[in-house]
């Protein structure tokens, strides 16, 4: 059975702060695909990133960085100079490879106050 | 632009009436999702649609139905035997790639249902 675990509920920092928030994974597949979603007041999910398990390569886009670890089963998400924008809540989700949908994790609602 | 156009937004019912969400796309896209959120809690798949007039059951299928009579429309039907309706819906779409596993999820709005 596959699980995602975000066992931050809520962050608070003050605007310009790093954050980083964590995501631990559990699959049997050796194929898999590891998201982040963020979901902003207004309800929709805006896609992030996505990344397969054979490409252990950190990313980096803008403010945004994402550090893949197969060894200790991470996806872990920063933001760099937070603003009040990047104010949501951020879901990271699990599939594999033949899957019909995404197992999500319970999200990290983050507020970045000004 | 394209997008999903979920509808309503909010929607109140009274125990014991079946409702249902509309979710249209424009994206051209193959299959589309329905996805249930409850506060605190991650998303979890009611149904899915790879293609027209075929649809699988997700994870907590039970108490709904849905129907894939067009590519654009995935309506979702709460029935009264969905014994805990009241819940943030979300309907989602994507392009089916050679692995589903990889596709990425284009998201609607989403409706509030709200029981009485």
């Known amino acids: 059975a596959q699980k995602v675990t975000q066992a931050q509920t809520e962050i608070s920092v003050v605007e310009k702060e790093d954050v980083t928030l964590d995501c631990v994974y559990e699959t049997r597949d050796t194929t898999y695909y590891l998201f982040w979603y963020k979901q902003p007041p207004s309800g929709e999910l805006v896609f992030l990133i996505r990344r397969n398990s054979f490409d252990e390569q950190n990313e980096i886009s803008g403010r945004y960085s994402w550090n893949f670890q197969k060894s200790t089963s991470s996806f872990n998400f920063t933001i760099t100079a937070s603003q009040v924008v990047d104010s949501a809540v951020y879901f990271c989700?699990?599939?594999?490879?033949?899957?019909?949908?995404?197992?999500f994790g319970k999200g990290t609602h983050l507020i970045i106050q000004p | 632009d394209g997008g999903i156009t979920q509808s309503p937004k909010y929607l109140f019912r009274k125990e014991g009436q079946n409702v249902t969400l509309s979710c249209e796309q424009n994206?051209?896209?193959?299959?589309m999702y329905w996805y249930r959120q409850d506060p605190g809690q991650g998303l979890r798949l009611i149904y899915y649609?790879?293609?027209?007039?075929?649809?699988q059951k997700g994870d907590i299928a039970e108490g709904y139905s849905v129907s894939r009579e067009k590519k654009e429309s995935f309506p979702l039907t709460v029935t009264s035997a969905q014994k805990n309706p009241t819940a943030f819906y979300l309907c989602a779409s994507s392009i089916v790639l050679g692995d589903a596993g990889a596709n990425v999820l284009t998201f609607g709005a989403g409706s509030r249902l709200t029981v009485l």
């Open positions: 649609s790879q293609i027209v007039n075929d649809f």
């Open positions: 989700a699990l599939s594999y490879l033949g899957a019909d949908g995404l197992t």
């Open positions: 994206l051209n896209h193959d299959a």
